[in-house]
C-alpha cells in the first residue's frame, strides 16, 4: 500500500509531467476535410540514438502525415528529454497522462516484474533467439497490460545487442571481480553481482559521465549505442558476447486508443507493426556496425571510428553465462515477483528456451 508521501510524489509528478510535456492526447473530433485537425503526442525511446533519430521520430512528424494526407500529424519527444522517468513510464500510461509512450523492459521491470523475464541477461545470445522467445511472450505481455494495466501493446522495439565496454584490459566474464560496472536493469545487476563485480544503475544519458567521473570503469549498452555517445573514446576494451539487448514497449492508454477516431486507428495498426519490423533490422544490422565502428574497421560507414580491442568471447565465457543465468539470474528474477513469475516463464519462454542442459536447471 502507498503511503502519503509516494502517493504525494506520484500526483506531483503526474502534474509535473502533464504541464511541462504532454498536452492533449487530440482536439475533439474534427472534420475530416480539415487537414492537420488532430494531432497526436508521442513519448518516444531514447534521445539521440539512432532507433529514435532515423525511426521514431520521422515515422511520427513524416510518415503519419504522408499517410494520412495531412489530416493527422504527431509530435514526439524522447522520454529522457521529457522529465518522464523511465521507471514510471508504464504507470503514467496506464492513467492517461502519457496517452502514447514507450517503456524500456529493464526499467517498467521494478514496476511490473515480469517483463524483465523476456530480457534477461545471457537468456538471447543472439537476435534469432530473442525474436524467439519474443513470439513467446508476446501474448502474454499483450493481455496483460490491456487487462491489469489500461495500455494497448503497439510494438516492441529492440535496442543493439548490449555488451561490455571497459576501460582497463580484461580477458574475459571470470576477470571483472570488484569493478564498477554500469547497468541499465536488475537483471544486468544480477549478473555483474554474480560475477564478482559491483553494479551502478545509471541511465542511458548518464553513462559518459560517469565513466569520465570514475564512478564506473566499465559499461553495458548497446554497442551501436556506445558508439554513438562516444564511449570508444574514453574505453580502451570490449567484449563482444550479447548480454542482453535492451526492449521497448510501445503503446497506448486504452482509453485514449479507444477514443481515436477509426480511420487513424487503422492506419496505425497497419503501419506500426511495419516500423518494429524496420527497428528489428536495423537494430540486427547495427549490433555489427556498432562493433566495427568501435574497432576503426573499414567496414564502419558511420562517423565515429575508435581503435578498441576486442577481447575474444570464448567457450568459458558461454559457458559462464549460461551458468550464472540458470544459478542466479532466472532464480532472483523469479524471487523478485514470487510464484507469479514461474509460473510466467512455464507458459511462454520456458516452452521454447534451449538452455545448454544442466543438473537442475528451470524448465
Known sequence: MKTKKSLGTLVALMLAVWACCIQPLYAQSPSPAVPGGQKLRIVGGLAGIN????????????????????????????????????????????????????????????????????????LNPDIATLRRHMASFRPYLQKMLREKHNIELLAIYTYPAQVLFCKRAFSGLTDLEGRRIRVSSPTQADLVTALGAIPVLAGFNQIMANMQSGNTECAITGTMSGNTIGLHEVTQYYHPMPIN??????????????????????????????????????????????????RGDATCTGPRKGKMKEVA???????????????????????????????????????????????????
Not at 86 to 95: A, F, I, K, Q, T
Open 51 to 122: 532507433q529514435y533519430v532515423k525511426n521514431e521520430e520521422p515515422f511520427w512528424t513524416q510518415e503519419l502525415p504522408r499517410l494520412t494526407a495531412g489530416k493527422y500529424t504527431a509530435e514526439i519527444a524522447p522520454f529522457d528529454r521529457s522529465g518522464v522517468p523511465g521507471d514510471e513510464m508504464l504507470r503514467l500510461m496506464e492513467l492517461g497522462v502519457v496517452p502514447f509512450g514507450t517503456a524500456l523492459f529493464g526499467l517498467s521491470s521494478s514496476q511490473v516484474p515480469a517483463m524483465g523475464g523476456l530480457d534477461l541477461a545471457g
Open 245 to 294: 539487448w535492451g526492449l521497448a514497449a510501445f503503446g497506448a492508454n486504452l482509453s485514449a486508443w479507444n477514443a481515436l477516431p477509426g480511420d487513424l486507428r487503422a492506419v496505425l495498426a497497419r503501419e506500426i507493426p511495419k516500423l518494429e519490423t524496420q527497428i528489428w533490422a536495423e537494430s540486427e544490422r547495427e549490433t555489427a556496425e556498432g562493433l566495427a565502428c568501435n
Open 313 to 363: 568471447a570464448t567457450s568459458a565465457d558461454a559457458q559462464k553465462m549460461q551458468d550464472m543465468l540458470r544459478k542466479v539470474v532466472i532464480p532472483r528474477w523469479m524471487q523478485r515477483c514470487n510464484q507469479r513469475c514461474k509460473e510466467v516463464w512455464d507458459s511462454t519462454i520456458g516452452t521454447v528456451w534451449q538452455p545448454t542442459p544442466a543438473p537442475g536447471a528451470p524448465r
